[in-house]
Structure formats: C-alpha cells, structure tokens
C-alpha cells in the first residue's frame, strides 16, 4: 500500500521561461490543442497542467516526460497512460491560476482530483439541480445555507468522484452523496464497483484553492484496515526538471 499522491502547481509564480520549457514535453496532439484556445490563460492552464503531469509521471516512472503517450481509458475520456505500469492511475484537473495531477501506484486503484478557487460563486441554483438530498440537507443547516464555500468542498469531491471512476458526467451527480466530515461517500446507489472502496481528501491550499482527491481501491482492504492512511501533496515544478 502506497499513499496517493497530489502535485499542485499554482500558476501566477509560473514565468514565461517556465512555459517555454514545458512546451517541448507536449506532443504534436497536446500543442495543436493548446494553439486551439482561444484565451492565453486557458492555453497556459493546459500547457501547465500536461507539462507538470509529464514531467511528474516521467519522473515517478524513470521515463523521459516527453516519451510519455496519453490514451483514452474509459470511453467517455479519462486519459490514461500507453504502456501503463500495472497499478498506476493518474488525473488531471486545471483551473484559474491552478493546476494539479494526482497519482495512485496500488495495484488496481483508480484516482481522481478536482481544483476550483475556493471563492468560486456555485450558486444556490446549480446546487439545487446538481447536488444529492443528503448535501443539501447538511448545507441548510449551516448558516450560509446553500451559499459560501462550503458548495466549493461538496463540489471538488463530487468532480473527483466522477474523475475517478472515469464516467463523466454520465453519472447522475445527485445520485451519490458525499459528506464533508471524513469526508466519505456516504451513498453511491451502485456507482462504485462493489470490489472498490472509497477514500477522500480535500484541502484549502494558501494559493486560495480548494483541492478534492477521490481514491477508489480493492474493497478488501477496507476490511484489512489497509485503505491508504493519508495523502502526500507536493507543490511546483523545481524538483522536477
Ligand atoms: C470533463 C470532466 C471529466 C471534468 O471537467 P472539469 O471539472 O471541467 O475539468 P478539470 O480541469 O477538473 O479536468 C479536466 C481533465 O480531466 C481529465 N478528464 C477528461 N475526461 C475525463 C473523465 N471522463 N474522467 C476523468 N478525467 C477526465 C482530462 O485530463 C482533462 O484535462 P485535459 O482535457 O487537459 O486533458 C467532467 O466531469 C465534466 O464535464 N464536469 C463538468 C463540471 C460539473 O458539472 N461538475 C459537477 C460537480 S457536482
């Protein structure tokens, strides 16, 4: 059992001479996407986030980053790596003025992460719509009801939830319940493989950001006491190159 991993790489300390490293460790598909955008700051986020997942993933691999080759892992996109080492799954998630990449290395567990700027406006609306009964009923008693951010820390676990099990948003988002102490999934109605279990983490980072890490792993070890303790994060780029 390895504990998950989490890298976060906030952007505004990120130069353009940093950029200009990354680039070259993109490949042909990832640079003609990135040309694609049509704001700078999306193209930086993008560039930012796949240069920071190569250079993590080489790194942890003994690869060279930009041999690296990314293919779709679950019909509805989760990329995955070509050539994967059993055992390794690894996610994505970028946002204003933030990137991130987390990675799981135990045998037959899946990852995912999500990062929003902690003062990102949900709305009592889109809560309504998308949240489960059960996180709406824990945000109507707190004092800031169903505003604040509180909606940032149910949104990012509900986005890594998704991210790690790959399924988009195919999956209904108020089919599954999450609860903020733990946190825990605390209802999935069949949207978690009975041979997984699940463990959460979500953390206030000093870049203003919120980041949520969803590790679904082999449900025997749930019963072993074996599910990973803890969740290592690391920030930047400077160990890295
Ligand atoms: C596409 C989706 C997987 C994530 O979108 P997102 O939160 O806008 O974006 P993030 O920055 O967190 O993640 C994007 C990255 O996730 C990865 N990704 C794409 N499809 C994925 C999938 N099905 N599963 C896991 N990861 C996926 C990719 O690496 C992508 O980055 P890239 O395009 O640069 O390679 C999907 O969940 C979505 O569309 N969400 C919309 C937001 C929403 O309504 N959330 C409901 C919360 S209650």
Redesign the pocket.
């Known amino acids: 059992m390895t504990m998950p991993l989490l890298r976060t790489l906030p952007l505004s300390p990120l130069d353009d001479a940093a950029y200009a490293r990354l680039w070259p460790l993109l490949d042909e598909g990832e640079q003609a996407r990135a040309r694609r955008f049509v704001f700078e700051a999306n193209r930086r986020e993008?560039v930012a986030?796949?240069g920071l997942a190569r250079l993590w993933l080489g790194r942890l691999l003994g690869r060279p980053p930009a041999a690296l080759a990314f293919t779709p892992l679950?019909p509805?996109?989760?990329?995955g790596l070509v050539d994967a080492p059993a055992g390794l799954d690894f996610?994505?998630?970028?946002?204003d003025g933030l990137v991130a990449c987390a990675v799981t290395l135990d045998a037959g567990a899946r990852i995912?992460v999500?990062?929003e700027r902690r003062d990102r406006r949900i709305g009592a609306e889109l809560a309504t719509a998308?949240?489960a009964a059960e996180e709406l009923a824990w945000l109507d008693a707190r004092p800031a009801g169903r505003g604040g951010p509180d909606l940032v820390t149910f949104?990012t676990l509900?986005?890594a939830y998704?991210?790690a099990l790959?399924?988009?948003?195919s999956l209904p988002?108020d089919s599954f319940a999450m609860a903020p102490e733990g946190p825990a999934l605390v209802r999935h109605d069949g949207s978690l493989p009975s041979d997984l279990a699940c463990r959460l983490w979500v953390r206030d980072l000093p870049s203003g950001h919120t980041a949520a890490v969803a590790w679904l792993g082999p449900a025997w070890l749930e019963g072993e006491g074996q599910l990973p303790a803890d969740l290592v994060t690391e920030e930047g780029l400077a160990d890295l190159w």
């Not at 509805?76 to 990329?79: A, L, T």
């Open positions: 993008y986030a796949h679950t509805q996109g989760k990329p996610n994505l998630s970028h946002t995912g999500d990062v998308m949240f949104w509900k986005e998704i991210k790959g399924v988009g948003l988002t």
